[in-house]
Structures are given as structure tokens and as C-alpha cells.
């Protein structure tokens, strides 16, 4: 036994402990893994790797020297297959659980560690990826439990690399909720992102782990938010893991938070041809299967939420551009199905909550005059000229290359003149999934154009009439999907990796900072009460009543802010 284990022992003592006498601990609140110190032997910790006659994978445990140590000399066939797990952890619904161990490795790895896998059906309750290099390192999370299991495991899969890596100290226990000091916002302006709500609902996309882990990543979004969108917890392979089945725990845990957060819920996404089962990707089916299918998954989700989720995106990313020409994605949907595979999603969502708001959702949709944003609002025009679709979901999701390269920073007048042609066939604009990534390394200068980016982004929105949605798609760096999915790039979100504001957030607020709350400017005098045709003219027309300043920028501001006045006036009139 190292004296730094003997230190972190004690320490996990101590919290259970401290834990005892501040809170009223469930009884036999304590480590549930008996045998996390190794200071006989590895039972009944148990070796996992599959082989396969090409990759005959290995992997032996023993205790030495105090740790419990896996050795791999072919490894495993996938980055999953080498596993050190052990079995019988009694996990409690709704209970939270410090998980902690150190670990180190032969080598710099990342591996993944798990609690989960219990009785039928296959759910990772809680999984997060680390890394693990030579010195002993700390790894240690607590995260809320929402499902009962009286056979969780806890798993470390290593990867199929080759090698050597040590566990000790092994905790899983059941710790209190956690108390947050009181909310204090960012913004240089004094006021949170969600005081201009009437004006455009700012919103983000949240994920299971760090919603479960992180009750001051919850306490921000609560505070400096209108809406959250589920990042990954309605996909398919998600919420309909076997045919028929449906699991909507993560999902309701999500959503009852939001409730009582007064924060708007958006349904994402109903059908799409990622993240989909591999139940319904691998198997054979004819086209009136393909329909019923997607017929049955709508109907569950959507009967499941009815009332409770206004918004759904109904169609995601049926869109794409092969050799410049933009057209229907070749998917398993529309393959099997055909394009009027849209057409029947739509009108099946229609007919499942009459009174939600429907969304096709895309990227790289968001400009007029671009290949693609054209074939979008094509598609568009066409679903709401039968009248199945109320708004379009502009994701929003741009770059700077990691040579300081612009080619992905959008041209902001394509988006406005976008979001214009949409408001002249009474679609509306939502920008659903908003981030900029920056291509490694960062730098003084890419930061400033992400800023410029959140700022004309939010400015487009906000000066359309048809734009009262814009949802970023994570809070910050450090639970971002960028750096798995885009290896060269990373810094893509509004709040660093320490949950503390970047100027991205910043940039936003100071947009909101020239309006009042009811999307008056600043400073700008209160119109008289607007008669009622004014209402219908789309928000046009500028009042002549309202024009006063001494110079001429200041006579233009006031125009300027008069226009946006009534427009929003006429927004919240139809809302
Ligand atoms: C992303 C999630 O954020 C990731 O966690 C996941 O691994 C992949 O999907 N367009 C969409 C979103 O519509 O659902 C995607 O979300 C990002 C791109």
C-alpha cells in the first residue's frame, strides 16, 4: 500500500463519513465495491477481451504491489473489448454516487469507465471518458442514478491497445445531493441570457453525463437559459434500443428538470439516419415495413410527450451535396422508403400533436445562394404549401480551419437574406445547434472570430422577423462533441472547459445589451400603443411618431430600433 493510496483511502472514509453526519444516509450508505484496494488479491474483479483468430486478444489481472493491474499483450479486438469489471453493485434510483479510483498506465491512454450493464435491457447508466498516463492519477465523478439495479457493474474498458494498466482505490458510494453557492451571472451586463426571452429564447443542448454529473453545468443552464435541447437522449438507438421498446428514463429525468425549470423542452430529433438501432439499420424490411416502423416510433415518442415538448424536429439532415449537387440523402429511410418517406414523417407528427410546432433541421442550410440552403428551403416550401411544417432549423454549426482559414466562416448577409425568404412563406427560423469550432491550436485571432460570429449570429435572429429561437449546441468545452467527431478542432462553445464564461458569451450578451426585455432599444422612446392591422403587416412599417434624436446616427439607430420594436411587438402578438 503507497502512502498515496493510503491518503486517498482515507479520504473516501471521510466523505462517507461527512456524508453521514450532514445528511440522512440511506442505510448501508458505503463504498459498494469491497474490494477496491487490492491489498490481497484481484477477486472478484473479473478480465474481459473478445478474440477473434485474426486479433487474439488477451488480458490477465493480478494484484500486485497493492494495485490491481491488467496486462494486455495482443489486445482487444475493439477499444471496448478489454475490460477489468466487477459485478453485484446495488444501484438505487435517484440516488447520487462518488465514483473514484486511481489509475495509471504504461503508457498516455484513454479509457473509459462505466456503471451500468445490469439486468437486461444493456444501459450505461454513467460512462466518461479519461485519460490515464504513467503517474497515479485521481479520477473521480459524482453523478445521479436514475434507474434501480440490484446487479450494476463497474467497468474499465481499456482499449484494444497492447500494455499495462493499474487501478486502486476503488470507490463507488452514495454521497448527498451537492449545494451550489447562489447564482451569480457572467454577463458584463448584469443580466442573464434568458432576460431578453420575449425577444429570442436562447437555449442548449444538454447531455446525460454531464446533466447527471454536473449539478453546476444544471445550475447554469437553468439560470442563463429559456429551452434545452436533449443532445443525444431521444435518438433511436436511444429511446428505442429494441424494436417496440422504448426507454425514456434519461429522456423523463431531462425533461422533469426542465419542467421545473421553466425551461422550454424541444423534441430531437424523430427521424434521422444517425444514431439510429442496429436493430432497424441491420435488418431487412420492405418498404410498408420501413413505413410502419417509422409510423410506430413517432407514435410512441410522440404520444409519450404530447402537451409537454412544443417543438420537434421532425426531419433531420435528409439533405445533402455529392459532386455539388444538393439533393436527397442516400439513407436507410429514404432508400427504403423513397422521399416521400419527409412527407409522411410530417404528417404523422401533425397528426400525433396538432398543437406542436414541426422543424426540418439541417447543416449547412443556413445561406441563400448556397448549393444546399437552396435545396433546403426547397424542401421546405414545398412541406409548408401542404402545410405540414411551421419552422426550419438552421443548425448552425461553422468553423475556422486550424490554418486560420475562413472557407467555414458563413457570409452573414447569405443567412439574413435565408432567414428573409423564409419569412416571405410564413416559415420561421430557428437556429437549433449553433457553435463555432476553432481548428487547433487556439489563438488570439481565431477567438475573435468566433466572437464576431456569435455576435452576427444572434444580431441575424434577433432582426428577423420570423427568428425567435436560438439554441447553441452544448454549454461549454469541456462536455463538447467537437473534439471526438472534428480531431483537428476543439473551443467550439460559449463556457471553457472550467464552466466559466468565455467573451463568445460575452459577444452574446452584448447583442441582447442594446434591447429591453420587451425588444425595445435602449434608449429608444415607447411608441404609442400599435393599432391591431399593424400587427398583421409583418412588423414592417416604421414609426414615424417614435424618430427623434439629434444626429443623424442617432435619428438612424432610432429607426433602426423602432423597426425591430414593432416587429417584435407583431412576434409576440402571434405567439
Ligand atoms: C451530436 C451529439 O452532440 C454527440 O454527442 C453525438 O455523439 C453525435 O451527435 N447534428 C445533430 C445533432 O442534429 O444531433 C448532433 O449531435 C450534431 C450534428
Same mark, same amino acid.
Given at each position: ?7 486517498? @483511502? ?88 462518488? +465514483? ?53 457493474? @463497474? ?69 442563463e437559459f429559456s429551452a434545452v435541447t436533449p443532445a443525444n437522449s431521444m ?78 424536429? +421532425? ?60 435545396? +433546403? ?134 447583442? @441582447? ?8 432599444? +435602449? ?53
Open positions: 500500500m503507497t502512502s498515496s493510496k493510503t491518503t486517498i @483511502f482515507k479520504f473516501a472514509r471521510f466523505s462517507s463519513l461527512a456524508a453521514l453526519c450532514l445528511w440522512a444516509a440511506p442505510a448501508g450508505a458505503q463504498n459498494l465495491i469491497t474490494n477496491g484496494t487490492f491489498d490481497a488479491d484481484s477477486a472478484p474483479w473479473w478480465p474481459h477481451a473478445s478474440s477473434t483468430e485474426a486479433n487474439p486478444a488477451d488480458n490477465t489481472l493480478a494484484a500486485a504491489d497493492g494495485q490491481l493491474c491488467a496486462t494486455m499483450t495482443a489486445g482487444g479486438k475493439n477499444p471496448w473489448d478489454v475490460i477489468v469489471g466487477y459485478s453485484g453493485i446495488a444501484l438505487t434510483k435517484g440516488q447520487r454516487y462518488r +465514483v473514484a479510483f486511481n489509475a495509471s498506465a504504461d503508457v498516455e491512454r484513454t479509457i473509459k469507465f462505466k456503471v451500468g450493464l445490469g439486468d437486461t435491457p444493456y444501459t450505461d447508466y454513467f460512462i466518461k471518458t479519461v485519460s490515464v498516463g504513467v503517474d497515479q492519477r485521481l479520477i473521480e465523478y459524482t453523478y445521479l442514478n436514475l434507474r434501480d439495479d440490484a446487479m450494476a457493474q @463497474f467497468q474499465l474498458q481499456i482499449g484494444s491497445l497492447p500494455g499495462k494498466i493499474c487501478v486502486d482505490n476503488v470507490v463507488v458510494e452514495p454521497v448527498p445531493e451537492p449545494t451550489l453557492d447562489a447564482y451569480i451571472t457572467p454577463s458584463t451586463t448584469g443580466k442573464p441570457l434568458k432576460n431578453w426571452s420575449a425577444m429570442v429564447k436562447m437555449g442548449t443542448a444538454v447531455d446525460t453525463p454531464i446533466f447527471l454529473s454536473s449539478p453546476k453545468h444544471n445550475q447554469i443552464v437553468a439560470n435518438k433511436m438507438n436511444l429511446i428505442q434500443p429494441a424494436r417496440g421498446t422504448f426507454d425514456f428514463t434519461d429522456t423523463d429525468a431531462l425533461l422533469a428538470w426542465a419542467e421545473t425549470n421553466s425551461l422550454e423542452f424541444r423534441g430531437h430529433p424523430l427521424i434521422w439516419h444517425t444514431q439510429a438501432p442496429g436493430w432497424l439499420t441491420d435488418g431487412t424490411f420492405t418498404e410498408q415495413e420501413m413505413i410502419d416502423i417509422m409510423y410506430a416510433h413517432i407514435d410512441g415518442v410522440m404520444t409519450k410527450y404530447k402537451g409537454r415538448i412544443p417543438y420537434w424536429d +421532425v426531419v433531420n439532415e435528409a439533405i445533402n451535396v455529392v459532386d455539388g449537387v444538393a439533393d436527397y440523402r442516400k439513407t436507410f429511410w429514404h432508400d427504403r422508403i423513397g422521399p416521400k418517406f419527409i412527407e409522411l414523417a410530417f404528417a404523422r407528427a401533425r397528426m400525433n400533436d396538432p398543437a406542436a410546432k414541426l422543424l426540418y433541421n439541417d447543416y449547412n442550410s443556413e445561406k441563400k445562394g448556397d448549393v444546399k440552403g437552396d435545396r +433546403v428551403f426547397e424542401l421546405v416550401k414545398g412541406l409548408k404549401e401542404k402545410g405540414l411544417i411551421d419552422a426550419v432549423g438552421l443548425q448552425g454549426h461553422f468553423y475556422i480551419l486550424p490554418n486560420g482559414g475562413t472557407e467555414g466562416v458563413p457570409n452573414y448577409q447569405a443567412i439574413r437574406d435565408n432567414m428573409a425568404r423564409y419569412n416571405d412563406i410564413g416559415v420561421q427560423v430557428h437556429i437549433t445547434e449553433c457553435d463555432f469550432r476553432i481548428g487547433k491550436p487556439l489563438d488570439a485571432n481565431k477567438t475573435e472570430v468566433q466572437n464576431k460570429f456569435f455576435t452576427e449570429m444572434l444580431q441575424a435572429c434577433v432582426d428577423a422577423p420570423n427568428c425567435d429561437h436560438f439554441t447553441v449546441w452544448g454549454l461549454s468545452d469541456v462536455d463538447s462533441w467537437v473534439p471526438s467527431t472534428f480531431k483537428e478542432y476543439d473551443y467550439a462553445h460559449i463556457y471553457d472547459a472550467n464552466l466559466v464564461a468565455k467573451p463568445a458569451y460575452q459577444a452574446l450578451s452584448q447583442v @441582447f445589451a442594446k434591447y429591453n426585455p420587451d425588444g425595445t432599444l +435602449v434608449g429608444s422612446t415607447p411608441p404609442p400603443p400599435a393599432p391591431t392591422a399593424k400587427e398583421d403587416d409583418g412588423g414592417c412599417s416604421v414609426n414615424p411618431h417614435s424618430s427623434r434624436g439629434g444626429s443623424w446616427l442617432a435619428t438612424a439607430l432610432a429607426l433602426f430600433g423602432i423597426t425591430v420594436l414593432t416587429r417584435r411587438v407583431s412576434k409576440r402578438a402571434r405567439s
